[in-house]
């Protein structure tokens, strides 16, 4: 059960998150199937919400830094075309995951037991988001500083069940925001979700299918389709808003900008950055953006561009785009153009506090290249493609496993020390490039980004989603092994997920091997599997 990123699908009608789609600390979250047309094209999807109503994207959920959170997940799916079970890890992945609790946090089946809901089924969790001196500690499952995360369904073999809309977007506030007199507005209409959409359900659209639209905060229009309502985010001349954005996109990167507006970058994966003004960031499934934008333009409308690096690709009659629209201004449609000149390079973001790569320019105490290729329909890294064990590698080390050679699945888990500098290299240009790759458990430090060959030690940008680029890059990233646990890397496409594109790192597996396990534990891998062969 991960506490990174994820959530579902829950609201259409509105061009924002409004407050009938948001839920707090303490709230049930009911995953179902609803026939919905965020596109003009109606399907039948996975969606969340409450007993009453479900919707895509699903609600955003709320919380200060320091809340306790206590969420019952209820499953009540039944349309056999698509998932019938279903996990959801929480990522409320950002900004510094420190001194977690690997056994309740992070529940993927790969790295510990899956959090399988079967149809009917409930399952109670709870947690708390507090700051320590290190960092975040999670008091049950899970953790987050600030920022914005995500929630969905992310692991085999139901990954893909994110693609029929079981996503959505977490944000926990800071109050003690070194930003905050910056900005005038920050609220639920000023989260931003960015989604591919399919018409064809998961489990039957193919591979790597193409996206048949951009949805914006839930809406968005199909190449050669009807002009249907597309997503308004309202704003007051003269105020500044906090717009937080997320991508929640299975598969395409986008390339985000305002018309006729400039973007300040404040906050990059839940980790504060200092202040970086540009008019257009791209931006990777997995990935999250706070970006600061003045009012300062004529009363009028604006578009809102996405624009997409897989199926319809332009704005033609709409596609790809959403409404900026003053108080003030017309209902009617922006005449605005995209005068794009100062996108952001991943280069220039420097972190607020305590920037510098681990181990500086020395040498890293563990250096790792990990090549990705391409065959048989399916991905390998170094070789393997990664296929979920029977046993989690959490259980499997606790039951004595501590060595590579002896954690399964075969050559796809790696075992690091603790308290050493890691430097892992991802050269790009694999089938399917660019990937975004995710790390669970830690942000760490892009000493090489895509598109450059410079190596930066001094003040590199730290997230936990970074893009590992096209043929002849290099992205190299640097983090340190300060919280024990097996802790996933894989793309963040969820059909390249589906196909192995991911490892596990088995960090200082003798202290993870001290840790007991629940009742409820033991409980939660039968009900998985007996579902496989129900």
């Not at 290249?369 to 499997?396: H, S, Y």
């Amino acid at each position: 059960m991960l506490l990174t990123k994820s959530f579902v699908a829950l609201s259409i009608l509105r061009g924002a998150y409004a407050a009938s789609a948001t839920v707090g600390s303490v709230a049930n979250l009911y995953i179902s199937n609803a026939n919905i047309s965020p596109d003009g094209f109606t399907r039948s999807a996975v969606l969340a919400g409450t007993a009453s109503s479900a919707s895509f994207p699903g609600p955003l959920i709320t919380a200060n830094k320091g809340d306790k959170f206590q969420l019952n997940v209820i499953d009540q799916l039944a349309d056999t075309t698509m998932l019938t079970g279903t996990s959801i890890p929480f990522s409320i992945g950002t900004a510094s995951f420190r001194k977690v609790l690997p056994l309740q946090m992070d529940l993927l089946e790969s790295t510990s037991a899956p959090f399988f809901l079967e149809t009917r089924s409930c399952i109670n969790f709870r947690f708390r988001i507090r700051l320590v001196p290190s960092g975040i500690t999670l008091i049950t499952v899970g953790t987050f500083l600030r920022g914005r995360g995500r929630y969905s369904d992310h692991f085999r073999p139901t990954a893909t069940q994110y693609c029929d809309g079981l996503r959505g977007a977490i944000v926990v506030y800071d109050p003690k925001d070194p930003y905050l007199s910056m900005y005038d507005v920050d609220d639920a209409t000023t989260v931003i979700t960015l989604a591919d959409w399919y018409h064809t359900p998961a489990p039957s659209a193919g591979l790597v299918p193409t996206p048949d639209s951009t949805l914006i905060n839930g809406l968005g229009r199909a190449l050669n389709g009807n002009a249907t309502t597309l997503s308004v985010i309202n704003v007051v001349k003269g105020k500044r808003y906090r717009f937080r954005v997320v991508s929640v996109s299975c598969d395409p990167n986008y390339i985000f900008s305002i018309d006729g507006h400039n973007m300040t970058i404040i906050e990059v994966d839940g980790v504060n950055h200092q202040p970086l003004q540009v008019d257009a960031i791209q931006i990777f499934a997995g990935q999250r953006y706070s970006v600061v934008v003045t009012a300062n333009q004529p009363v009028g409308n604006y578009w809102l561009r996405a624009q997409s690096s897989a199926g319809p690709t332009d704005f033609s009659g709409g596609v790809n785009s959403a409404i900026l629209r003053y108080q003030g201004a017309a209902s009617a449609e922006p005449t605005t153009n995209s005068t794009i000149s100062n996108q952001m390079a991943e280069t220039s973001l420097v972190p607020l506090v305590s920037p510098g790569a681990p181990g500086g320019s020395g040498p890293a105490d563990v250096s790792l290249n990990l090549d990705i290729a391409f065959a048989n329909a399916l991905f390998t890294v170094n070789g393997a493609t990664f296929v979920p064990p029977t046993v989690p590698v959490l259980l499997q080390i606790i039951s004595g496993a501590r060595l590579a050679t002896d954690l399964l699945p075969s050559g796809s888990v790696y075992t690091l020390p603790s308290n050493k500098t890691i430097e892992l290299s991802i050269p790009g240009g694999a089938a399917g490039s660019p990937h975004p790759f995710h790390l669970h458990g830690h942000t760490f430090d892009v000493v090489r980004s895509a598109g450059s060959s410079v190596y930066n030690y001094v003040n590199p940008v730290r997230r936990d989603v970074v893009s590992t680029g096209v043929a002849g890059d290099n992205v190299t990233i640097r983090f340190t092994t300060n919280n024990p646990g097996p802790w996933f890397l894989h793309c963040h496409i969820d059909w390249h997920l589906e196909l192995g594109l991911a490892i596990v790192f088995a960090e200082n597996t003798s202290s993870v091997a001290t840790q007991s396990v629940s009742t409820a534990w033991d409980n939660l891998c039968p009900l998985y599997n007996a579902s496989l062969t129900a």
